[in-house]
């Protein structure tokens, strides 16, 4: 954490999702975070925002609803959530932790380019709030056990409270697939990359007019050991360390030479 370890037990903790407020994977988050401090709140959006990254709504009003004692959710995006919670509902007492989650489905690789789940954590990493963004992979017939969260995500916030992180941090993890019993451990990892796979399917709607649909169903297979891709494809769950700064060291370099 950015000041050294946090104390979890008087740690003021955020959570928030791109699922919604009604998704089961937030409940398991929500689940996780009071095992580790009584002061838990949830601000998350009113209907599902996967897919929506970093978006931020500017062009219309967010209305808050209370929606329990603590329980609040927004008519936004998973970003709006977050800055609603830091600047509005706990303005008084912003968070010491930020988690989001438990995402339907992984979020591996290029995923975070795409997922509001990591934008969530994106920006309490933004607000100077340390954050960590959890998902939890489908089973080969598309359902989802939140059970393996719920038993290593406490020990996983336990541990990474401990590490002193540098400033526009966020970590990134993900849960294999499997019952926890059968999990191959914890990995630190590194961001993979998979082979690009997007296919656009064409069709007519029932009114005759034509349409184009995005899917992007890409396999999980990675050549590389250190990724977050071969971590989970071996069963381990992935612990990937991501940073705000996107630029590229060693082309920041040669650019440098280029444009003396
Ligand atoms: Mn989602």
Known sequence: MPDGPLDLESARILVTNDDGIHAPGLRALERIARSLSSDVWVVAPDTEQSATSHSLTLRRPLRLRKQGRRRYSVDGTPTDCVLVACHHVLADRPPDLVLSGVNHGGNLGEDVTYSGTVAAAMEAAILGVPAIAFSQMRKSDGSVDWKTAERFGPDIVRRLAQVKWPVDLLVNVNFPPLDPENVAGIRASRQGRREEGTTITEGVDPAGRPYLWIGNFMNDTSSDHDTDLAAIMEGAIAVTP???????????????????
């Open 242 to 260: 991501l940073h705000l700064d996107l630029t590229h060291k060693t082309t920041l370099k040669r650019l440098e030479e280029v444009f003396q």
